[in-house]
């Protein structure tokens, strides 16, 4: 599935309209990915980013090919609490990341101002 259409389905399951797309691309290949055949997949991180009157939302998914699994939640200014999903928790990436990678992720994309912009990719160590 590509990325803007992963991203249209989640938007439609949420019922809410995003704004914003980032590709999140990270220094390990194996983050966020499985082993097939000994080799990572291809699988995207991707951040999808909502505007509301009361705040900004990210919302960090993987986006597996036949499906998305959720990753993080935050919402700015309103409880500053990370939220993280079951099912990324279930899932068993070679390498999952943290809600504190999260967090700085959701940061950097923040500072960088994109909240109407699509096709950023933010680089994350």
């Known amino acids: ?5 992963a991203a249209k389905q989640l ?11 980032v590709r999140v ?12 055949e000994g080799r990572p997949t291809g699988y995207d991180t991707l951040v999808m980013v909502s505007r509301f009157n009361n705040g900004d939302m990210y919302l960090m998914f993987v986006d597996i090919g036949t499906g998305i699994v959720p990753a993080y939640l ?14 990324y928790g279930i899932e068993k990436f070679a390498l999952s990341i943290s809600k504190e ?4 992720i959701f940061d950097k994309i923040k500072e960088s101002n994109i909240a109407y912009a699509n096709g950023l990719e933010v680089e994350h160590g």
């Open 11 to 21: 938007a439609r399951e949420l019922g809410i309209k995003f704004s914003g797309l």
């Open 25 to 36: 691309l990270f220094d390990d290949p194996e983050t966020n990915q499985h082993i097939e």
């Open 1 to 5: 599935m590509s990325p803007v259409l």
């Open 74 to 87: 935050f919402q700015y200014e309103q409880d500053e609490e990370i939220t993280d999903s079951a099912a």
């Open 101 to 104: 990678q999260a967090k700085e």
